[in-house]
């Protein structure tokens, strides 16, 4: 019995540790825990185990350093999280969701489903400009909510749409659980942003085809806003022709630059072209010059500062010119300065954002510190050679892998948020797809999108229950029509995620088959056998371009004078001069004993 436990110690504390956080037990704790009782068992059973167990006590001596390595407290790459936190935070109490959804709401209103196409619009933007799920599913929570009911949206709809464009913030960059999953797989943030952007672009589009197909099934669960709610009026053509006007202005300012700027001319042109457009909207509204239309000037006015604010955060970060963690730290003082432009920012917004940034910081450190006591433990015991020969055995290959790999963690996902599968999960996992040759960019991104299902499943699903949080309980008065709105049941939310879960699920699969969706971060690559050497022919030397003799074995052509006639190079070179003729040596007479005189 001893040695049967002994050897099988991997499995047994993996099976603990989930027990332990079914029961309810602290992540953090659970793993800390664990790790130490396994790890004096462990010591325990080590004579039993016949060499599977590699513990003995003074291997504790290593834990301060993994708390003070590079793992974690002095850990560069983890900086990143609270400075994004703070931003997301700032930026939500700035208002800046409110004023997209309003004016995004007003551009979509006059087509089926406008306001679920601007709450999917807005959900990419905060997601680019926060990376905080509960400030996105919140913030268009109490905002979008009570309009898409005002206006008669079908309440599974309007629930699901909010929270699924909630979650983007987990996938699009500057996302906290792709800075989680680059440290744990040893991978540059860097690249985990570059490969992440297109998957979350197409799950982007993926959502909105999904409410284009819907308004043609169902056309009466989102109608379209009536007249008397578009306050902008209309003025579509009048933001075409601004927007027309701004890529003319770039491309010209593009020309002009390229000479002196090369490869950076594209973007500072389309700076140019933008801040031009922004000052021409508010200097139209401050003067009344009446060149746009009121929705011009709000879509232009309102749209603008948050993507400059996603350029200075990815693009800086995009381009080289700043970590991660730089980046981070210029999006946090860029969200107080557009706080401050709106005159939002105080004392009190930086209190919350700081006091909810270090509660969110502390809780990744503590699960990161009980991850270093668990591992361990659990590498101690080779649980990771159990990990790789369980999942490289799995049929199939590279696919059968990374189809059983992505079950095991949509299952996981049920009962553990990200963190959790970041820390304890990804560590596991990430030696076996290497050893298969799975690129870990590749792999971080789809484990990234699968774990976005985590906030949308029930019965743990994190965004299903911030929006819970936020939506009515029982019939209220809208201040506006003066009906009364029924409320939202905790059913009707999650049977309205629903959808979405599967959507999720269907993006999974496309990365898996369109690896190239990822793979571009790499750049392009070159195949050495496609490259033509052209070396230019020596005259004289009678020699193809590349040095060697004529090709099939030819003999080389006759020369005929014009050519002059390949040198000998049997003999030393001459340079004007014709060389005496050598003597010839005396011949030795071989029949006589040498003479030494």
Known sequence: MMEFIAQNMAPIMFISLILFMLIGYPVAFSLAANGLMFFFIGVLLTPYSGGAINLDWPLLYALPDNFYGSRVMSNDTLLAIPFFTFMGIVLERSGMAEDLLDTIGQLFGPIRGGLAYAVIFVGALLAATTGVVAASVIAMGLISLPIMLRY????????GVIAASGTLAQIIPPSLVLIVLADQLGRSVGDMYAGALIPGLVLTGLYALYILIMSIIRPKSMPALPLEARTLGHGVLSLLVALAAAIIVSYAAYRYLAPAHGDSADILGGTVGVILIYFLAIADRRLNLNLMSRLAQQVVIVLI????????VLGTIFLGIATPTEGGAMGAVGAMVM???KGRLSLDVVKQALASTTRLSSFVLFILIGARVFSLTFYGVNGQIWVEHLLT???????????????LIFFL???????????????LLAPAAEKLGIDLIWFGVLLGVNMQTSFMHPPFGFALFYLRSVAARVPYLDRLTGK???????GQIYWGAVPFVGIQVIMIGLTIAFPGMVMHYKGTTVDPGGIDYQVPEVP????????AP???????PANDGATPAAPDLSQPPSFGETPPAKPEAPSTDLSQPPSFN
């Open 550 to 556: 004529p090709a099939n074995g030819s003999p080389a």
């Open 339 to 341: 706080a401050a432009m």
């Open 413 to 427: 996902a049920f009962f553990l948020d990200f963190f959790e599968l970041a820390f304890i999960i990804v560590p």
């Open 540 to 547: 004289g030397l009678g020699l193809s371009p590349a040095g």
């Open 484 to 490: 009364t709105i029924q409320p939202i049941t905790t």
């Open 393 to 407: 055995s799995l049929p199939g290959g590279e696919i059968g892998f990374l189809i059983g790999v992505n079950i």
């Open 152 to 159: 008669g949206y079908d309440r599974r709809l309007a629930s």
């Open 305 to 312: 500062p948050p993507l400059a604010l996603i350029f200075l």
